[in-house]
């Protein structure tokens, strides 16, 4: 019997995409047959009109409209696509969905979700208690929540450069304090409260894209090196690594956490071969695609989980697999932009006349 | 390599030339060339393209730069190494040992 995934994050800003599109492109090549919902919050996140990888397209409430209306909605659209499995694909919303999992369960919709209390462990301002819990090293990282902190800092041991994050998104590299304040106000503004202060450790960032099994065990794993950036600092470019130590840290994370699902993890391998743990993502990364590329379909493996299925540890990639990422046009017919409008999904009504 | 006819030091001394960052384990203080850890890990072509697995780096060396990372995976012993490579290339033990090392040094931009 075919499946139906709903996928979340369907936004692909050329420069800074979400997951979404990447995770259907997996399961697109996993199973042709699987049927592919995606979920966006915005008329024009892209993944909802991409007929290649997405079958049917539909809006969701924003997060800020709580966790009734996003149940509600899910419900909704169950009764009408009969969603087998839903992957979350962005932070913003994991805690919400990590909270109806119960309800989205008793209706029949899979999840492979880590949990509230996981969520919590992985938050940006709470990392130096995981990476002593997981045995990991953490750079120097602490909460601010006035920007006065920045003209002060130096005396309590801070050293300029240093990195000024969102809770959420968003990392500036801050020379000196005024470069510091100007950080601070932007992602407060645009994050909220706390904004978060880390010490620069400098050297080369690693990543791991991981599914963690809910047990403790690292169920699969895919390790990249970001070979060219955005202006965001995005990979634009990446190749497949094999880092032993990077590996044993996901491990060590995931038996710390019993992590559940998707994640990806962000660490820097300093001058002298330490490895330094500076973020930890909540779900798959945007680069998800090269999973499938290795041959390591980690979208697919967490399918599969969420359904129940034993499945065995996926063996290490291989390492020297590119991906290089470009931008691409969706056209977009207005009657289907008029539905995502008017309706909240991309299905064709009557055509609309244009003088 | 290995088995070609002897080149010359100045054929030697054009060694490494690359694209890409890092850093590396070598030990030049001790004269090990490579940590044999690292130097087996490297993916070595016949085009002179290499491709470290662990890095992500990739850079591409020439003959004279291949013929020492390939006795470099096989051959821990510093001595030996370069009694091999004195045995390839038509230069004296002592010019054969300062581009070596010298190799190994702008290699540590590439490999970690």
Not at chain 1, 330 to 351: H, P
Not at chain 2, 58 to 68: C, I, K, P, Q, W
Request: aromatic share 8%; glycine share 10%; net charge negative.
């Amino acid at each position: 019997m075919n499946l139906t995934v709903a996928i979340t994050g369907m936004n692909a800003r050329a420069d800074n995409p979400g997951p979404g599109l990447a995770v259907a492109r997996c399961l697109r090549e996993s199973d042709a047959g699987t049927r592919i919902v995606g979920l966006g919050y915005e008329a024009l996140d892209p993944g909802l009109y991409h007929r290649g990888y997405v079958d049917a397209g539909y809006l969701l409430p924003y997060p800020s409209h709580g966790e009734d209306a996003l149940l509600a909605r899910i419900l909704e659209l169950h009764q009408r696509e009969h969603i087998d499995v839903l992957i979350a694909c962005l932070d913003s919303e994991m805690l919400s969905f990590a909270r109806i999992e119960a309800e989205l369960n008793n209706a029949g919709i899979r999840t492979f979700l880590p949990d509230a209390q996981q969520l919590a462990l992985r938050n940006k301002d709470r990392l130096p208690e995981l990476g002593e819990r997981a045995g990991l090293s953490v750079p120097q990282t602490q909460s601010v929540y006035q920007s006065a902190f920045f003209y002060g800092c130096e005396a309590e041991g801070w050293r300029y450069p240093l990195m000024v994050k969102g809770l959420f998104y968003d990392a500036k590299l801050a020379h000196n304090a005024d470069e510091a304040v100007v950080a601070f106000q932007r992602i407060a503004a645009e994050w909220g409260l706390p904004v978060l202060v880390q010490s620069l450790v400098p050297g080369e960032e690693v990543n791991l894209a991981g599914v963690g099994d809910g047990k403790g065990g690292l169920a699969g794993a895919v390790m990249m090196k970001k070979r060219a950036l955005t202006d965001k600092g995005k990979g634009w470019a990446g190749i497949s690594i094999y880092d032993e130590e990077l590996l044993q840290s996901a491990q060590r994370f995931c038996a710390a956490t019993r992590w559940r699902g998707g994640f990806e993890l962000e660490m820097l391998r300093d001058e002298k071969g330490g490895l330094h743990l500076i973020e930890i993502n909540p779900r798959f990364p945007a680069w998800i695609y090269l999973s499938a590329g290795v041959g390591r379909n980690l979208p697919e493996l967490q399918v599969k989980l969420a359904q129940g299925q034993r499945v065995l540890p996926l063996l290490p990639a291989p390492a020297g697999i590119w991906f290089i990422r470009y931008a691409e046009e969706v056209i977009v017919s207005l009657a289907e932009f008029e539905n995502i409008i008017v309706r909240g999904e991309t299905r064709e009504a009557g055509e609309l006349q244009c003088a | 390599m290995i088995n070609a006819a002897k080149k010359t030091a100045a054929e030697f001394r054009e060694t490494a030339a690359a694209t890409g960052g890092g850093r590396t384990a070598l030990k030049l203080a001790h004269q090990s060339i490579f940590p044999s850890a690292i130097a087996r890990r490297l993916a070595l072509s016949e085009s002179g393209f290499v491709f470290d697995p662990v890095s992500g780096q990739s850079f591409t060396v020439n003959e004279a730069g291949l013929a020492v990372l390939r006795l470099a995976q096989v051959e821990e012993d510093v001595a030996k190494l370069l009694s091999k490579l004195a045995e390839q290339f038509d230069a004296t033990a002592e010019e054969i040992k300062r581009d070596a090392l010298d190799f190994a040094e702008r290699l540590k931009d590439f490999i970690k």
